[in-house]
């Protein structure tokens, strides 16, 4: 099964005020990604624009994906915020992929086979309850003229954690994605909170797009048992801490590159040239 990671600069530069940034505890957790999904799954690429190829190239990772790196994300419109909607290259990124296919967050280790858990059916991460601080009542939304919601859409469906996707069916993948560069288009930059924005757009659309569709929607995890299990491992809500603690982030990357030695012996150039560099 292809999956593919994405990488839009922008957001991460406009963050580091300069050029592109990335933590040593990150690269390690995509490069575990990739290896990981292409030793059980299938090949992986990657998709960034022309910054992100070349931070790539000059941290000699280019060889880590197998699907290769592509550019297309130079060509996200220029009217796409990306402070407000900072992980709309993910979304980008997908229109250009073809079903079926998997979107895999850079910082999601998957550690198994898990085709025969994709039978057909949208399957994504894991089901998010809609707490008001990251997923407030779109009635309080700010929208421009011209846009309003889906008369289909049920506000009362929770939302999908979209570090994992897997999208079967291609007329899906692409109505999904239009709606949510329809929203992105739509609402009011000056009026929103950049986590609620991204979040609706990303992980509320989803699963109120496949309800109204009449599509089945399953989870790869159970949002209850996220710590208690050993199929993935997201770094999501553990980056924070990481970048808190230069202890804990030391311990975490000596876990991760002793993993990639054991497992990975061929390939640990990969975690010395990114050191090195």
Known sequence: MEAFHSFWSKPNRYRSGGPVRWEEFELLAMILSA?????????????????????FEKKGLTGLWEGGVDTCLEK???????????????????????????????????????????????????REELTPEVYPDPRSFHMLPGYSFPAEWDFSVPAANTAFLYLPEEDFKNSYTEAAFDFMEGINPRRMNPIAAMCFAEQRILPMHA?????????????SRLDGQDL???LWGYKRRLRQSEQEQAA??????????????????LWESVQGR
């Open 76 to 126: 996200i419109p220029a009217r796409i915020d990306p402070v407000l909607f900072w992980a709309a290259g993910k979304l980008w990124a997908l229109r250009q992929m073809k079903s079926p296919c998997v979107m895999l967050d850079t910082d999601l280790i998957v550690w198994r086979d898990v085709r025969s858990l994709l039978n057909g059916e949208t399957v994504a991460a894991h």
């Open 232 to 234: 993935a491992t997201h």
């Open 211 to 223: 309800k109204a569709r009449g599509m089945g929607l399953r989870f790869l995890l159970e949002a």
């Open 35 to 55: 290896l990981k999904w292409q030793e059980h799954n299938g090949p992986v690429r990657m998709l960034t624009d022309e910054a992100g190829a070349e931070f």
């Open 252 to 269: 975490f990357c000596a876990r991760c590159a002793g993993r990639l030695s054991r497992d990975y012996p061929q390939k640990a150039f």
